[in-house]
Every structure is written in C-alpha cells, then in structure tokens.
C-alpha cells in the first residue's frame, strides 16, 4: 500500500488525469439524454478541468462551477459528473490561502441553492414545508462543505510540514556552522599551543647551543651543562609535543598523559630561563588561589611567551622580573624587562600577542603590551577567577 501512494504521490498529474477522464466520460453517456446543446457541451467539459485542478487550483475551481452552473440553469438534474465540483472544491482548499478558498466555498453554497431551486418545480416546492428545504440543501451542501474541510485540513497539513523540513534545514545549518566554529577555535587553541612550546623550547636550545659553541674549547664544563640542558628542554618539548598530537588522535581517550602546565609549573619554567643567562626575579603578593586548569594553563602561557620574546628582543645582559597579584576576585600578571625593548611582542607572524590576547579574552580578562618609558618591554594581564571559580563549583 504505501508502494502504491509513493507511486500515486510521484505522478500527480496521470491521477488528475484518469480523474477527469472518468468525469468527461459520464459526461458524454448523459449527453444522450438532452437536448440543447450548450448544457451538453457543459456535462462533457465540466470534469476536464481537473486535469490541472493542482497546478491552477483557482482557474479549475471556477471552470468546474461555471461548467455546474450551466447545468444547474437549464435545469437537469445532477449526474456522475457533478463530482467534479467537490473535487475541484478540495484542490482549490488544498493549495490556495483560506480566504480565497472560503469565498469559493460561499459563491459554491449559493449556487447549490439556485440548483436545487431549479430542479424541483414550482407544484413541489408549493408542498415542501421549510424544514424539509433546509434538509434537502444540506443533503446536497455536505459534499461541497467535506470537500474543503479535507482540502484546508490537507493545505495546514502541508505547511506544518514544509515548516518542519525548514526547521530541520535551519538546524543542519547551524550545526555545521557550529562545526566549523568549533573546529575552528580548536585550530586556534592548537596553534598557540605548539607556537608557546615551540617558541619557548627552541629559543632555550639555540641559546645554550651558541653557548656551548663559544665555551666548546675553553670550558667543558660549561659545555657539558649547556648540552645536558640542550637535551631536557628537547626532550620536555617532545613531550608537550606528543601530548597535543595524543588529543588530536584520541576521541574519548581518557588515557594517562602528562598533565597541563599551571602556576605551580611557573618556577620550573623561570629556572630554564635562567638557564639561558637571563636574571629573572619572581614575587607571589596576596593569597594564591587554586585556579581553573584552563585559565592557569592562560596564565602559564603568557608568562612563557613573554619570557621568550625578552630572549629574543631583549638584547645581552637583559633582566627580567615576573610578578603575580592574587586579588579577591582577579589574577594580575606583570612580566617586565631592562632590555631594548621590541616594536611589538610577536613573532614573524604576529602570533605571540595574539595567542596572549585569545587567551586572556576567553576568560573576560584585559591584556596590555608595550616599551616601558624608562626602557624594555612590559606585559601586563589581569584574569578574573572569582566567575570561573563560581561556574566550576556549580
């Protein structure tokens, strides 16, 4: 059966068709039994306009009741064919507004009146009491009226329908917009990831690497520890490394891996530095807070980074000097140097104050970078933790 209506449903008009081809037939057999011609012509015509009752349901509606009409008016009495009016009437409610449908209705109810008032003769209609009218004309009225009650019930069917499809179109859209956003952000958060690894190891390798050159033949000690250093910052920078490809791989995996760097990590990272031969001082003022695993991850990062880009800018002999300021509902960074100070605190590329500037802004913070007037370069950031704080423990 519902092979049968996909069927139906795919050719529409091969339906419409064999309808008005039953309707022109039983058109023709009433021929025989009148006179006039112009009736006649109107009982064979009356059913072709449903050939196209779906594509001009307006134009096949009026065909059919001017086509009735004729009848109705030589006074014949209605044969088979006069289907074709409440068929008419239900593609007419079915595929055209309400208010124009319902004015078919109401000139159709008008002319079932003036028909049956040609039907029946005067003699009849002098013994039919009035209740016996009314009767009669809803008798004759019923399928006009079931006719568009189907045919506006299948028209809000329709639109329910086309509604819903559009919804649904709407959502995939938007989930793919979603999709993208996301892999996008994904792709943001990766790329300042590797560039803060990255940058920061490397420097450390290429400082100590000029060292150890330098110190090759005078001092081999100095070269064994620049070397031995050269090595543990590799391999820590594997190990980040390999971290980040592990979450690009794993879907779910909730395989042990080497946590995330944090505030506690900050001393470990400013003996690196030092390392390097650049005299970093560190101060902790207030009460440190536990912080959010992403926003002391933030924090680690800007440090890092701003300790690389001194390394690099900063020229010889620079100094450093990392505060943090534990507030009641904020975390204020400052990371300064005495050195020549850089036009701007990127990269080639721009990405080392952008990826600072992405970071802070996930947690609603405020970022400023620039020259110091009295010489070097300063970072300042300010992340709120009391709302994260709050959300976390929710």
């Known amino acids: 059966?519902?092979?049968?209506?996909?069927?139906?449903?795919?050719?529409?008009?091969?339906?419409?068709?064999?309808?008005?081809?039953?309707?022109?037939?039983?058109?023709?057999?009433?021929?025989?039994?009148?006179?006039?011609?112009?009736?006649?012509?109107?009982?064979?015509?009356?059913?072709?306009?449903?050939?196209?009752?779906?594509?001009?349901?307006?134009?096949?509606?009026?065909?059919?009741?001017?086509?009735?009409?004729?009848?109705?008016?030589?006074?014949?009495?209605?044969?088979?064919?006069?289907?074709?009016?409440?068929?008419?009437?239900?593609?007419f409610a079915a595929y055209r507004p309400r208010r124009l449908s319902l004015a078919g209705l109401g000139v159709g109810m008008i002319g079932v009146g003036v028909a049956l008032h040609q039907w029946v003769t005067a003699p009849a209609r002098q013994h039919e009491s009035y209740f016996d009218w009314i009767f009669v004309y809803c008798v004759f009225a019923s399928p006009l009226i079931i006719a568009w009650v189907l045919g506006d019930s299948m028209r809000y069917r329709r639109a329910y329908y086309l509604d819903l499809e559009d919804k649904a179109r709407r959502l995939e859209r938007e989930r793919d917009q979603q999709a993208q956003i996301g892999a996008a952000a994904e792709r943001a958060r990766i790329a300042r990831e590797l560039h803060d690894v990255v940058a920061h190891h490397v420097s450390v390798m290429v400082v100590q690497a000029e060292g150890a050159s330098y110190a090759l033949d005078t001092s081999p000690e100095t070269t064994r520890r620049a070397l031995g250093t050269i090595a543990e910052t590799g391999r820590s920078a594997l190990a980040e490394m390999r971290r980040l490809i592990g979450v690009l791989r794993s879907e779910g995996n909730t395989a042990d891996r080497a946590p995330q760097p944090g505030v506690d990590q900050l001393e470990d990272l400013l003996e690196q530095v030092r390392a390097t031969g650049i005299a970093v001082d560190f101060k902790?003022?207030?009460?440190?807070?536990?912080?959010?695993?992403?926003?002391?991850?933030?924090?680690?990062?800007?440090?890092?980074?701003?300790?690389?880009?001194?390394?690099?800018h900063g020229g010889p002999r620079v100094s450093a000097q990392v505060s943090l300021h534990y507030g009641e509902d904020e975390l204020r960074m400052l990371v300064r140097d005495d050195g020549r100070g850089a036009s701007a605190l990127t990269d080639g590329k721009g990405n080392g104050l952008t990826g600072m500037r992405e970071r802070v802004a996930m947690y609603g913070g405020a970022l400023q970078a620039g020259p110091r007037l009295e010489g070097g370069y300063q970072v300042e950031a300010v992340l709120p933790y009391r709302a994260a704080l709050i959300r976390d423990a929710a």
């Open 284 to 312: 902790v003022e207030g009460v440190p807070v536990p912080l959010p695993q992403g926003m002391a991850l933030a924090a680690y990062r800007i440090v890092q980074e701003s300790l690389t880009n001194t390394r690099k």
């Open 1 to 91: 059966m519902t092979r049968v209506y996909v069927w139906l449903q795919k050719h529409p008009t091969l339906v419409d068709g064999v309808m008005a081809a039953v309707m022109v037939f039983f058109g023709v057999l009433s021929v025989f039994e009148r006179n006039p011609f112009l009736p006649s012509v109107a009982g064979v015509l009356i059913g072709a306009p449903l050939l196209f009752r779906r594509r001009y349901p307006t134009v096949s509606f009026w065909a059919v009741y001017v086509f009735g009409a004729v009848e109705a008016l030589w006074g014949y009495r209605p044969t088979v064919s006069a289907l074709a009016v409440p068929m008419a009437m239900y593609a």
